[in-house]
Antibody, heavy 114, light 106 residues
Framework: QVQLQESGPGLVKPSETLSLTCTVS????????WSWIRQPPGKGLEWIGY???????TYNPSLNSRVTISVDTSKNHFSLRLNSVTAADTAVYYC????????WGQGTLVTVSS | DIQMTQSPSSLSASVGDRVTITCRAS??????LGWYQQKPGKAPKRLIY???SLQSGVPSRFSGSGSGTEFTLTISSLQPEDFATYYC????????FGQGTKVEIK
């Protein structure tokens, strides 16, 4: 069955760029919408944005100026870049498929700290 | 922006109880709403989509209702494995999650 797996650095310094990749296995990325969602420790869920396999993106207005989501259909993965991070960006980051998110990765904790 | 107000923020219930969680949208979102269950250390799991459609594999004790601005998730007979945190998610205009409802054992 289709599975999603997040990968990337678990520690990012303040003011730097957070970069994560979600690899899709067991199925093609060339359909569906693909999204990123995060959850600060002990808090609720926050939608970051999504991308259609064609490359069309929609971002959370509160993060829009700092976020880029891209897709690489040849590698069957999509990626998140979040610029100028602060401690407030410390969270478990999830990737997910569909609208609304019907299939999720297991999540990866990213800590912003010097 | 569409705001989602979820209530209650927590509740205590016993096995076998009927449980109801509500989400209110700040404007009409038609039926563009899903419900999710999250257990500690795990990713959320979708229970309901399109406000009232049961996700495949989810027990029938879970049901969703509502449209427009008022939505409800009902667990008809709470089971031990249902103790978790529940979130609503609107996807009509961007996406917005409710604040969550933690269902605890009484």
């Amino acid at each position: 069955q289709v599975q999603l797996q997040e990968s990337g650095p678990g520690l990012v310094k303040p003011s730097e760029t957070l970069s994560l990749t979600c690899t899709v296995s067991g199925g093609s990325i060339s359909s569906y919408y693909w999204s990123w969602i995060r959850q600060p420790p002990g808090k609720g869920l926050e939608w970051i944005g999504y991308i259609y396999y064609s490359g069309r993106t929609t971002y959370n207005p509160s993060l829009n100026s700092r976020v880029t989501i891209s897709v690489d259909t040849s590698k069957n993965h999509f990626s998140l870049r979040l610029n100028s991070v602060t401690a407030a960006d410390t969270a478990v980051y999830y990737c997910a498929r569909g609208i609304p998110a019907g299939l999720w990765g297991q999540g990866t904790l990213v800590t912003v700290s010097s | 922006d569409i705001q989602m107000t979820q209530s209650p923020s927590s509740l205590s219930a016993s096995v076998g109880d009927r449980v109801t969680i509500t989400c209110r949208a700040s404007q009409d979102i038609r039926n563009d709403l899903g419900w999710y269950q999250q257990k500690p250390g795990k990713a959320p799991k979708r229970l309901i989509y399109a406000a009232s459609s049961l996700q495949s594999g989810v027990p029938s004790r879970f049901s969703g209702s509502g449209s427009g601005t008022e939505f409800t998730l009902t667990i008809s007979s709470l089971q031990p494995e249902d103790f978790a945190t529940y979130y609503c998610l609107q996807h009509n205009n961007y996406w917005t999650f409710g604040q969550g409802t933690k269902v605890e054992i009484k």
